[in-house]
């Protein structure tokens, strides 16, 4: 397999109210800029960008909220036929998401899920 570019890893937090979360993340830890809020994962980042995070409540299409998500561009279909290739547990499969990401969920060896996505401005 070609390398990938990775292009960003954003945690993905499981909590069971958005509005509750939001004001701790943003109000005592800083992350200011909303970057997107869809009533059940909503992205906030620093004003200088260095710092990201990912609020979730539950998935809307997959059975399991993942840990991370990994940014993979144009990638996405070659690290999903590897991980196909190499075995590991598919926990959502390669999915064009009504709200716009390219993605698919991959169980890692230690047991932790992985959202492998592309946005359409990756």
Known sequence: MDPVHVTGITAD??????????????????LSVEEF?????ARYR????RAEIQLVTRDATAPRNPVVS???????DALYAEAR???FEIVHPLTEEPWGPRRFFV?????????IVSHQED
């Open 37 to 41: 809020d869809l009533g059940w994962v």
């Open 46 to 49: 620093s004003p200088d960008g």
């Open 107 to 115: 169980r890692a060896p230690d047991g932790n899920i992985l959202n």
């Open 70 to 76: 990994v940014k993979a561009g144009e990638g996405v």
């Open 85 to 87: 290739r190499r075995g």
């Open 13 to 30: 937090l499981t909590v069971p109210d958005l509005a509750a979360a939001r004001g701790f993340y943003t109000g005592y830890l800083g």
